[in-house]
Antibody, heavy 119, light 107 residues
Framework: QVQLQESGPGLAKPSETLSLTCSVSGGSITSYYWSWIRQSPGKGLEWIASLYYSGSTKYNPSLKSRVTMSVDPTMDHLSLRLTSVTAADTAVYYC?????????????WGKGTTVIVSS | DIQMTQSPSTLSASVGDRVTITCRASQSISTWLAWYQQKPGKAPKVLIYQASRLESGVPSRFSGSGSGTEFTLTINSLQPDDFATYFCQQYNSYLFTFGQGTKLEIK
């Protein structure tokens, strides 16, 4: 059964670039869409980006100018890069697998990694 | 953006009760809606997808219905493990959006 595990720095300073990784085990990255979602007390659950293993990406317009999602199928992991972070980016960040023929829902989630943005 | 509005925000119920949570979309999403359960400190877990399809392994006391803009999640015969927060999420368009959540509490 596929399992996802997010990892990140835990703490970031304002204006820095945040880099997160999602390791995929027990299944293949290929033939699926993948997403990053974050959750904060103030904004609830917020979809950040989705990517097909071959590289096609979709981004939340509110974050698009600062976000890059990528995949490394040889290493079985996904990455998320968020530039110029502020306190508003403080959240638990999840990666998730999407399934479905054309419309995709999230069937497997990682446990999440907490990111605090503070000087 | 498609706005998702859940009601109620908090629901108090007892073991054995039947409860219903409602989710409304700001525009039609056909049946492209999922329901998730989340417990403190844990990731969301999918219960229902495509409005009414039960995810594998989810107990049959959970059911979903609706289409267009109005959807419901029903839990029959509440069990102690069901007290959690529930979210709806639309995936009709690629700006996925979530409801604000319904916290189901023990009465």
């Amino acid at each position: 059964q596929v399992q996802l595990q997010e990892s990140g720095p835990g703490l970031a300073k304002p204006s820095e670039t945040l880099s997160l990784t999602c390791s995929v085990s027990g299944g293949s990255i290929t033939s699926y869409y993948w997403s990053w979602i974050r959750q904060s007390p103030g904004k609830g659950l917020e979809w950040i980006a989705s990517l097909y293993y071959s590289g096609s990406t979709k981004y939340n317009p509110s974050l698009k100018s600062r976000v890059t999602m990528s995949v490394d199928p040889t290493m079985d992991h996904l990455s998320l890069r968020l530039t110029s972070v502020t306190a508003a980016d403080t959240a638990v960040y999840y990666c998730a697998r999407l399934v479905g023929d054309y419309y995709h829902h999230m069937d497997v989630w990682g446990k999440g990694t907490t990111v605090i943005v503070s000087s | 953006d498609i706005q998702m509005t859940q009601s109620p925000s908090t629901l108090s119920a007892s073991v054995g009760d039947r409860v219903t949570i409602t989710c409304r979309a700001s525009q039609s999403i056909s049946t492209w809606l999922a329901w998730y359960q989340q417990k403190p400190g844990k990731a969301p877990k999918v219960l229902i997808y495509q409005a009414s399809r039960l995810e594998s392994g989810v107990p049959s006391r959970f059911s979903g219905s609706g289409s267009g803009t109005e959807f419901t999640l029903t839990i029959n015969s509440l069990q102690p493990d069901d007290f959690a927060t529930y979210f709806c999420q639309q995936y009709n368009s690629y700006l996925f959006t979530f409801g604000q959540g319904t916290k189901l509490e023990i009465k």
